[in-house]
């Protein structure tokens, strides 16, 4: 098959580090680039310093891990720079020769294949292969189980004519649950541009403008129609996020971890459209808009009548929850002051929480340990308290009683005049109750005889 008729010409690949895998998937589909998948990097880098024979001290280990994570977690070229140029110059890095063997051999020339950077500017919302990994497992456990001496032939049998029937039938399943059209109803707190999407995605994003109402109008800065700075809650008042709604990539941007992650819309892209003077949602570009991870595939609807059931059935894993024809409840827009300032301390205190895993130093840690002891004494003083217990307040429910039709009750007094069951007489047979009767007729005679006496 000539290059121009390939029907299918995939722009990116995520694989373990397998350069065998890689070059065969690049030999296969040419100007294809492959990523490697975070989890599998993490996996790696964690058994490689755990191992004995590496010669990376105990106390050194996470310390040596927090260097490299820098090092994938760039979010710019120079940025990545600045973190390797860090751990070249460490002591670690100068005391453990099969360290700079290992990095400078393995890793840093596939760093446009594992460093965030380089995969944030294409645009690419996957940071692991873990889901297919988990359609394998399905595949293995619930399908195969049961033919464990199939051929080849018997596996693609299987695999053509239940499994992918089977995968099919759940993505419709999903789709169609998730669409308005269909019966999906949503709560009035859900803005209209989030309706018709993936409840997953609604979620992430109903949670994030509940973060971003903590902010003020004078926390978002507008430098132009498509740059606005969001200042920091947690870091410090005078760090500032950039925030673009659109760039040359065709995509909006965020200089914040979370926007780095997962490409969703963060905190600090809800308070612009909240807080960003005439900003709003249409101003992002299509391209992100319309997203096939934001969007519901409705091309499925033309396969609501087909008949799609396998032919064996196998025990799939059920359709979320989040998927059925329930409603979709969302949060109300403006809280109070009060559970606003709640909000902040609790993010506060996950940083904190995050930081400590991070942190190996001990007087940091018997600092933040100080003084959280200290703020604890002190909200515990400030706060009504009832024998050391701070009272919570009891939200009655309200019960409605069940009307009972006039047919019900009917039905209810018949059941009451039915009259009662007669117990079936128990009449046992064979050895086992002839032994029984004989046993009680002993008893019976010895009693009487005693009696008489």
Excluded at 363 to 368: D, F, G, S, T, W
Excluded at 404 to 411: A, N, V, Y
Aim: with cysteine; aromatic share 10%.
């Amino acid at each position: 098959m000539m290059e121009d008729e390939r029907p299918w010409t995939p722009r990116y690949f995520m694989t373990d580090f397998s350069e065998r895998e890689i070059r065969a998937i690049e030999e296969t589909f040419p100007g294809c680039h492959v990523f490697l998948c975070d989890f599998h990097r993490e996996q790696s880098w964690v058994r490689w310093v755990a191992k004995s024979c590496n010669c990376v001290p105990a106390a050194c280990k996470e310390n040596l891990l927090s260097m490299l994570r820098k090092c994938a977690h760039a979010v710019t070229p120079a940025d990545y720079e600045r973190a390797l140029e860090s751990l070249k110059t460490s002591q670690i890095w100068m005391d453990n020769k099969r360290l700079q063997t290992w990095f400078s051999k393995q890793w840093i020339p596939h760093s446009r294949r594992w460093v965030w950077a380089y995969r944030n500017n294409e645009g690419i919302q996957v940071n692991t292969n873990n889901g297919l990994e988990a359609q394998n497992k399905v595949f293995k456990y619930a399908f195969l189980e049961k033919r464990k001496d199939a051929s080849v032939c018997g596996m693609l049998h299987c695999l053509l004519t239940e499994y992918l029937p089977a995968m099919m039938q759940k993505y419709i399943k999903e789709n169609v649950s998730a669409m308005g059209c269909l019966g999906r109803s949503y709560s009035e707190a859900i803005p209209e541009y989030l309706k018709d999407r993936p409840a997953g995605f609604i979620k992430h994003c109903m949670k994030k403008v509940e973060m971003a109402n903590t902010l003020e109008k004078d926390d978002v800065l507008k430098i132009s129609d498509n740059h606005y700075q969001v200042k920091s809650e947690v870091f410090s008042k005078k760090k500032m996020y950039d925030v673009y709604l659109k760039t040359e990539s065709g995509l909006p941007s965020c200089a914040c971890m979370d926007w780095s992650w997962s490409h969703l819309p963060c905190k600090h892209m809800f308070a612009v459209l909240l807080h960003g003077q005439g900003a709003n949602w249409l101003q992002l570009p299509e391209m992100f808009r319309e997203s096939p991870f934001f969007t519901l595939d409705k091309e499925v609807t033309s396969y609501i009548g087909m008949t799609l059931e396998p032919d064996v059935h196998h025990e799939v894993p059920p359709v979320d929850s989040q998927c059925s024809l329930e409603p979709l409840e969302g949060r109300v827009g403006r809280k109070s002051a009060t559970k606003r300032i709640a909000l902040r301390c609790r993010e506060k205190l996950d940083l904190i929480k995050d930081m400590s895993y991070m942190c190996d130093n001990v007087a940091i840690l018997q600092y933040a340990d100080d003084h959280l002891t200290a703020l604890v004494m002190t909200l515990q003083d400030m706060m009504n308290t009832d024998e050391g217990l701070v009272p919570t307040p009891v939200v009655h429910s309200v019960r409605f009683k069940r009307k009972i039709t006039q047919s019900q009750s009917k039905r209810v007094k018949a059941a009451r005049d039915l009259p009662l069951r007669k117990k079936k007489s128990q009449r046992r047979v064979g050895m086992a109750a002839d032994r029984a009767k004989v046993n009680r007729k002993i008893a019976t005679t010895i009693a009487f005889v005693e009696e008489e006496k």
